[in-house]
């Protein structure tokens, strides 16, 4: 149990459907993230939310949208994705702030396809 | 963030302490060494961090030269579940909403 929490594990999906990622975490935590891992690839930022605000858009096609209802949910809402974003993609949590090295504590990922 | 270099692979014996080096040469004086391990297709789990005093804890050691140039995470007594990728990252702590950018990593093999 890590404590951040994402579902699902598995998707497959064309490039015309419209599905989401979701990612809890019940650690308290005022900073969420998504990564994402290719095969054979560095983890790559793709969004960070401080305070359920979005500080970082690392460069991330508009296929991929965030959204942050509050400080424990993160979604990753995806359309019209392309082969090539099949990936691991990782979601993460931290407590940042004065005094706190943020320790970023990682969800077990979701799995996307894109057929 | 200060860039690290690592070697991309390194192979230990069960048993035998694994000592994975990380260079990171431009790092400032504010910025923090942490380390990350990912073991195949799970999220990375935090390992260990410092600043630039020597670090221990029930995972591994952290040594860091004096002029915070480079460091070395120690695992005292590699196990076969220690088999991952290690990565070595620099970050400003205190720094809030801002993430932390992993790079390849090295490729620990420890067989038996």
């Known amino acids: 149990e890590t404590g951040v929490t994402q579902t699902p594990r598995h998707l497959v999906m064309g490039m015309t459907n419209k599905k989401s990622l979701k990612c809890e975490q019940h650690?308290?935590?005022?900073?969420m993230y998504w990564y994402k891992q290719s095969a054979k690839k560095p983890l790559e930022l793709m969004f960070v939310y401080s305070l359920e605000e979005r500080v970082e858009n690392n460069s991330v096609p508009s296929r991929f949208s965030p959204e942050c209802p509050n400080s424990s949910h993160l979604f990753l809402h995806l359309h019209t994705l392309q082969p090539e974003d099949s990936a691991l993609y990782l979601c993460?949590?931290?407590?940042?702030?004065?005094?706190?090295?943020?320790?970023?504590?990682f969800g077990e990922g979701s799995r996307l396809t894109v057929l | 963030d200060a860039k690290t270099t690592q070697p991309p692979s390194m192979d230990c014996a069960e048993g035998r302490a694994a000592n994975l080096p990380c260079n990171h040469s431009?790092?400032?004086?504010?910025?923090?060494v942490y380390w990350y391990r990912q073991i195949h297709s799970q999220g990375p789990q935090y390992i260990i961090h410092g600043l630039k005093n020597n670090e221990t804890n029930e995972m591994a050691s952290l040594i860091i030269t004096e002029d915070r140039k480079s460091s070395t995470l120690i695992l005292p007594h590699a196990t076969l579940r220690d088999t991952a990728v290690y990565y070595c990252?620099?970050?400003?702590?205190?720094?809030?909403?801002?993430?932390?950018?992993f790079g390849k990593g090295t490729t620990l093999s420890v067989s038996s």
């Open positions: 650690l308290g935590h005022n900073a």
């Open positions: 431009t790092i400032s004086g504010n910025e923090y």
């Open positions: 990252i620099v970050r400003v702590a205190n720094q809030a909403g801002t993430a932390l950018i």
């Open positions: 993460a949590s931290s407590q940042d702030g004065l005094g706190r090295f943020g320790e970023l504590f």
